[in-house]
């Protein structure tokens, strides 16, 4: 069981505990409520409180997590684990796997993968990944290990993708446009009115005639957001069939988070995380004698 210690600070001397560690420690009000059932949920210097009592400053408050229960039985899967500690998992997804099991694919997902690799360590944990990536996106998936970091971090990423689309298109841009759900499609997008506020920023690394390669920063993270947008502006991503009409460039869309940045939600620390291109974009980009660090 997972147990986080916290030491209250002189502004919350004669606080209560509810209001220390819904503001200082940024419990949200569903775990609070959940450390109301769990057996010495919350101590103050080894003694149990309620959320109504209150510190004082130097106590040493700790809270024992409530136990997962995994919905799901993990499938032992190749897992490619790019950084890990007791809060955080980040992995480098490959391309053509889902996050999560859907009604219309029956088949392993990352998710059953993570539980599994969590039981060969002999934890008991669920799988609560920060953001998704599409089945045919690759690279860096976070992922937390607990309610309270998954909180923590909810919203609060920021990642770099490289892609490459088709055409030219040089310098750089930012494309503000809604998306909103295609009419008569259940997961396909489009740029239009009522649809939900969207920010891409875009750079060129290098083009030619028939593609691009660029660097892309989303300040919103919409289902397809990359995708969409880029098809808006006239340049879909190479192998993009849903956006796009291509599969001679790629055979999954031309798409890679290479590049993570996050504050660690117990340590508070800055955590950079960087990996390699995925190899079949990493071929495609030698091909053509782009260079990327």
Not at 228 to 252: C, E, F, I, K, S
Request: proline content about 4%.
């Amino acid at each position: 069981m997972r147990e986080l210690g916290y030491t209250v600070t002189k502004e919350y001397d004669n606080a209560t505990v509810q209001s220390f560690l819904r503001r200082h420690c940024g419990v949200s009000a569903r775990l609070l409520t959940r450390l109301k059932r769990v057996e010495n949920g919350i101590t103050a210097n080894g003694v149990h409180v309620r959320s109504i009592d209150r510190v004082m400053a130097g106590q040493r408050i700790v809270l024992r997590l409530p136990q997962d229960k995994p919905n799901l039985d993990g499938i032992e899967l190749p897992l490619a684990v790019v950084y890990e500690d007791d809060d955080v998992l980040a992995l480098d997804k490959p391309a053509g796997i889902a996050v999560h099991p859907s009604a219309e694919h029956d088949e392993p997902t990352l998710a059953d993968a993570v539980v599994s690799y969590f039981k060969r360590q002999g934890a008991c944990l669920s799988f609560r990944p920060i953001y998704r990536l599409d089945r045919n996106t690759s690279g860096l998936l976070l992922a937390a290990k607990n309610a309270h970091a998954a909180h923590l971090l909810n919203g609060k990423t920021q990642k770099e993708y490289l892609a490459v689309v088709l055409g030219r298109l040089e310098g750089e841009g930012v494309i503000e446009q809604p998306i909103r759900v295609k009419d008569g499609f259940g997961i396909t997008r489009e740029v239009g009115e009522g649809g939900k506020y969207c920010l891409t920023r875009w750079k060129s690394v290098a083009s030619d005639d028939t593609l691009s390669l660029i660097r892309v920063l989303i300040e919103t993270g919409r289902t397809h957001q990359i995708r969409v947008h880029m098809a808006w502006l006239g340049h879909p991503l190479a192998g993009d069939t849903m956006y796009g009409n291509d599969l001679y460039y790629m055979q999954r869309h031309a798409l890679h988070c290479f590049r993570l940045g996050f504050i660690h939600p117990i340590g508070r620390s800055a955590v950079n995380l960087s990996i390699p291109v995925a190899s079949d974009m990493c071929a495609l980009m030698t091909e053509r004698g782009w260079d990327f660090p």
